[in-house]
């Protein structure tokens, strides 16, 4: 039981790690605050390339990433697609980061997490 936990941990971390990953570069970190400045109704892709000042070849290839990931979510309307943030995987992600530096060794303490928020 317990090989099992730590393989599902294993797996769980490098889940993580990929999603640090691909948000590890300024123009899909842009693309992420943006996409969440949008949610929930999220954007269609002409609409971030011309906020963020990506051409649409290089939008797709940071949105594909980010879609990889599970960061990103894209929905077909008519020949729009529109894009948003994965609120789900955020919170996901963020939840393993408070779990490990506000619950379990206290490195930094919860009130100062909401306060920043």
């Excluded at 929905?75 to 919170?91: C, I, M, Q, V």
Aim: charged share 25%; proline share 3%; aromatic share 6%.
């Amino acid at each position: 039981m317990k090989a099992a936990k730590a393989k599902e941990t294993d797996e769980q971390i490098s889940r993580y790690a990929d999603m640090f990953s691909a948000l590890g570069t300024e123009p899909r970190l842009r693309i992420m605050r943006l996409l969440l400045s949008a949610h929930p109704d999220g954007m269609i892709a002409s609409d971030v390339s011309r906020e963020i000042g990506l051409s649409a070849s290089n939008l797709s290839h940071h949105l594909e990433k980010l879609k990889h990931e599970g960061l990103v979510n894209v929905r077909r309307e008519g020949t729009f697609l529109w894009y948003s943030a994965n609120a789900d995987a955020l919170r996901e992600l963020l939840g393993f980061l408070y779990a490990e530096c506000c619950t379990r060794n206290k490195a930094v303490e919860p009130k100062a997490i909401a306060l920043c928020c």
